[in-house]
């Protein structure tokens, strides 16, 4: 009788539990990312009319392999002549952003996305940075990587070069990077990543946005030696031919700079040039292995990956150096930092000075060490060539460091030539380090 209550109880308790779980309740699925804006490439750059640099390649993945593309303009343009009418500031840059959505529209770009940095005539890409809002930029920058969820980000090189050189440009090359290095962090932003309460309700908050970690980033240049990049990243010709204009792209890239009435940068024999030039590429880094002059998506697939740690900043050995200060120097602790240190071997550090103006130069000397010291700095400049302020003599503190603001007026002499700019530092009889800079005489229509 005992064993019959208990087999009784239970198939009693078997009956409760299976009611109990024909009644639970299936949770509504997690609703995924707004897929309209996934794409396989971002590209950030500095102004409308900066997607030209990469139109005819993009052009051709679009049509031929049906890729997704987006842009993100990191100024709006409001600070630039204008070719097309009086409009200037505020009122150019509403139009320099049409015209950048018809352009892009051309070629079959229908997203992209605006911040609200001031456009900077200069070439330092720290004064960029400065009247932007460095923070905020980036904020945005990783909020669209999060938002578009790209597997391979393009972006303009992050790099003092002779050229164009464009602190605008740089800037975007600086945030991209960091945006690459960071969207995949949740704690970089981490409202962006906190869970909305309510999606559908108003006054809600938490952006509701998943980290994201894109598969490999890509740079391009103005530098006016592009021979340098040969082998550092793939190379695209623009004649093939659109199967649907029945023209090159270079012909669609020309076309698409039509639509930037406002510019008025290129002749005709210009823009049929630059148009026509291949599209090179430097491989920044990827985190999916491939070869460094390989195809743009070697390597890429469909699957996520979690984040993929930088190096981050590293104290330098305790020593007293001398080296290049300003742009140069914040570049050599951005490249170690986001393990693009191989950025160095591009190009030896260079400026440009029109033939018998000034020129400024930073250095800043070191002392990492426990000691205060005293350095001799030597100039070697070239004949004709003089340097403000004339001291010679420093004295730094022990942990502490000098900068200094050198003015160099060049030699009209000089004109059309590359010069070297050299100085070394001195302490206790020891040689603590040199620096050389590679000046070109000629004239930029960008100020320092």
Excluded: C
Aim: hydrophobic share 40%.
């Amino acid at each position: 009788m005992h064993e019959l209550i208990v087999a009784m109880r239970i198939v009693l308790l078997m009956s409760l539990i299976a009611i109990g779980n024909s009644q639970a309740q299936q949770a509504p699925p997690n609703p995924e990312p707004d897929g309209r804006y996934k794409v396989d490439i971002l590209e950030v750059v500095g102004h409308p009319d900066d997607d030209i640099e990469v139109a005819a390649y993009i052009a051709k993945l679009i049509e031929q392999q049906h890729k997704r593309v987006a842009v993100v303009y990191t100024t709006r343009g409001n600070s630039g002549g204008n070719a097309a009418g009086p409009e200037q500031s505020n009122a150019l840059a509403d139009i320099r952003e049409m015209e950048a959505r018809h352009s892009l529209a051309s070629y079959g770009i229908t997203n992209a996305w605006f911040l609200q940095g001031s456009d900077t005539p200069g070439s330092d890409v720290l004064h960029s940075l400065e009247a932007w809002g460095h923070g905020k930029a980036l904020d945005e920058v990783v909020r669209l990587v999060r938002i578009t969820r790209p597997e391979v980000v393009i972006t303009w090189l992050p790099d003092y070069v002779v050229g164009e050189n464009h602190e605008d440009h740089q800037g975007a090359g600086v945030l991209a990077t960091e945006a690459f290095d960071l969207a995949a962090n949740p704690m970089a932003f981490p409202e962006q990543v906190e869970a909305p309460r309510n999606r559908l309700s108003i006054s809600n908050y938490g952006e509701g946005l998943r980290p994201w970690q894109p598969k490999k980033i890509y740079y391009v240049t103005d530098a006016i030696h592009l021979e340098f990049l040969k082998g550092k990243g793939p190379e695209y010709l623009t004649n093939d031919i659109s199967p649907s204009r029945k023209v090159p792209y270079s012909r669609v890239a020309a076309e698409a700079w039509s639509y930037y009435k406002t510019q008025n940068d290129f002749t005709d024999a210009q823009l049929t040039e630059f148009s026509e030039m291949p599209v090179r590429f430097v491989l920044g880094k990827s985190l999916v292995g491939g070869a460094q002059t390989g195809d743009v998506f070697e390597g890429v697939t469909s699957n996520p990956l979690p984040y993929a740690r930088a190096r981050g900043y590293e104290p330098l050995p305790a020593a007293l150096t001398l080296e290049l200060g300003g742009p140069w120097a914040f570049y050599g602790l951005f490249w170690r930092a986001h393990n693009i240190e191989h950025l160095a071997y591009l190009y030896a550090p260079e400026a440009q000075v029109a033939p018998g103006e000034s020129l400024w130069v930073p250095l800043v000397i070191r002392n990492d060490t426990d000691l205060t010291k005293e350095v001799n700095l030597r100039a070697a400049l070239p004949a004709g060539w003089s340097q403000k302020p004339e001291a010679t003599l420093y004295t730094i503190a022990a942990h502490g460091s000098y900068p200094l603001q050198l003015t160099i007026t060049s030699s009209a002499a000089h004109k059309g030539t590359w010069q070297n700019l050299s100085w070394t530092g001195e302490s206790g009889g020891q040689k603590i380090g040199s620096v050389t800079l590679r000046v070109d005489v000629v004239a930029n229509g960008l100020p320092q």
